[in-house]
């Protein structure tokens, strides 16, 4: 008869891990596992609120998908743990007080104590049965034979294996109950042998699938790093960007703050004058005072009496003039009133603003060193306008109309525009667009452009798209930075683009047609049109979008610089009728600086207005 702890042994056992169960848990259709085995089971299974028997394939509910939460098989559990501190005794011995058993027999099935061990290892025919330590059974590091004996046959070892049956058999039972259609027996050894074929199949497939598995979470690793990269790449472009936004409005607040120093110097400087005329007429006034106060000293004759009474009637002049002027005083602090700041706004913040009722003033009046050789003037990077010439190379001006460098001196420049990167585009006189980095190096990039139809203006977008203008065909080729093809062609509505300029937000186009300025839209079609009878017009866009047209008076040398909006519509006049000196051509030029300075370009001088 089988023993306590050999009935233990074979049903005591989780049927996932083959081993006592560990925090038995039952599912709805009774059966039972381990905690841990039934955790693992739920994570192979996308549902996570049901679990599948791995016996019946019934679901059971699995509430919060935690397997904690299942019923704890009680009775099993304290069974479990009976059977882990009862130590089991010997099944030899026909003795009724059984010893206590030391080892067990895999190939017996029997437990032993230390006389049956003896007598066992003595007896020939069993001499190569494995035996195995008792503690290394109930530690759970050694598992001991699953073979039982048959219910039928109790005296015959189910050593057989009916696969249609799924259940283990013997010899008698195979022959007699499983001998019929359906059934196929077969040997234990061999059918275990075919399933340990097939586990060890299983793992390599495992093993195959998760080498695939890792490469894969590699791969993602890879892909996490790229996109961790990039993010810290769109967080540095920020940061760039909010420093030179920094950078560009602590500019703009300065050249702002430099205006009005300058302008508050230049009526301190009116009212010190005032003041000090005022100071020397009482000096004055107490001089002849005091001359005059000497007569009263001695009586007065001859030459001293003459003296004295001219000297009373220049006082007496002197008294009788007109009391001190403080209307001169009251007109500049009326001036001063006139001038406000507005702000910008929904247009372009990083300008802060612009002064109104602010009188325009001659900065720099500057000889350019090539007469009737320049060819266009751009905003430069650092603060500094650019002056191309078709005699070679650029000039660079500071906003004081200081010289500070020339570049490119080999490079007939017709047009010049700079990206927002500092790299400039050229145009040369063959009609070609070359890129040149911000240390004035020719840069590897082709476009191709068409080398007639007639030399025109040149313009970089807000997207550093390339604008290059063609008057002879009426159209403008627009290329993007990497060169090549061009990327759009524009008809100019009937216009030559002798000059074209680029709104910085509003994506349209200006164009300057000798006495005329047009606006175009994104397609080259035409919007508004100004002219001014007998005047030729150049054209800037400043950096708020509205546009600055000097209107020039070529008969009379007479510049007249007004302020419009991206719309044309016109704001107010910056400079009226300032005299330029004329060589008889026709071309000019004007820009903005950085800072706000206004250069005008003829061809021979540079005039820079604030």
Known sequence: MATFHQIVSQNLDCPICLTLFKQPKSLTCSHTFCKDCLQRISQTHSDKEIITCPICRKGTPLPSGDVDKLQTNISLSSLVQEVKITSPTCTVCEM??????????????????????????????????????????????????????????????????????????????????????????????????????????????????????????????????????????????????????????????????????????????????????????????????????????????????????????????????????????????????????????????????????????????????????????????????????????????????????????????????????????????????????????????TFKTMSDGGMGGLTVDRDNNIYVGYYKLEKILVFTPRGGKPVKSMKCDGLGPRQSFSYHNTGKLILTQRSAVVSLDGKGKKEKVLRKEGMRACTAVCQDDSVNVAWVKQGEGLVSIDRYTSDLKHVRSLISDFRIQILGLVWYYLEEFESGEIAFCTPDRLYIFY
């Not at 790449?233 to 703009?252: A, C, F, G, V, W």
């Open 96 to 445: 009724d007080e059984k010893s206590p058993a030391v080892c067990y027999c895999q190939d017996c099935g029997k437990y032993m104590c230390k006389s049956c061990e003896k007598g066992h290892s003595l007896w020939k025919p069993v001499s190569k049965h494995e035996v195995v330590p008792v503690r290394d059974v109930l530690s759970g590091k050694v598992q001991v034979n699953k073979r039982r004996k048959c219910k039928k046959h109790p005296n015959d070892v189910e050593e057989c294996f009916c696969t249609g049956c799924r259940e283990y058999v013997c010899c008698k039972c195979g022959m007699l109950r499983h001998s019929k259609a359906g059934h196929d027996v077969e040997e234990a050894a061999i059918h275990e042998e075919k399933l340990i074929e097939n586990i060890k199949e299983l793992k390599k497939e495992v093993k195959s699938n998760k080498t695939t598995i890792e490469k894969h979470i590699k791969f993602i690793e890879t892909q996490r790093n790229e996109i961790t990269s990039r993010f810290r790449k769109l967080n540095e472009d920020i940061d760039k960007t909010y420093e030179e936004y920094m950078q560009l409005l602590s500019d703009r607040r300065e050249a702002l703050k430099s205006r009005v120093k300058h302008w508050s110097e230049k009526f301190e400087k009116e009212l010190q004058v005032m003041e000090e005329e005022s100071h020397q007429t009482i000096s004055h006034m107490n001089a002849m005072e005091e001359l005059v106060t000497n007569g009263m000293k001695v009586p007065l004759e001859k030459d001293a009496l003459s003296a004295h009474d001219t000297l009373r009637e220049t006082l007496k002049r002197f008294l009788g003039r007109d009391e001190p002027d403080d209307r001169s005083p009251r007109r500049a602090v009326e001036r001063v009133k006139k001038i406000s700041f507005r702000r910008h706004e929904n247009v372009n913040e990083l300008y802060l603003g612009e002064f109104e009722g602010c009188p325009w003033d001659v900065k720099a009046d500057v000889e350019l060193p090539w007469k009737t050789y320049i060819d266009c003037i751009a905003r430069a990077p650092g603060g500094k306008m650019a002056v191309g010439l078709s005699r070679g190379g650029i000039h660079l001006y500071s906003p004081d109309g200081k010289l500070q460098q020339t570049v490119m001196k080999g490079v007939i420049v017709s047009g010049t525009k700079f990206l927002s990167d500092g790299r400039s585009v050229v145009r040369d006189a063959q009609n070609n667009i070359c890129l040149y980095s911000p240390q004035w190096k020719k840069l590897d990039v």
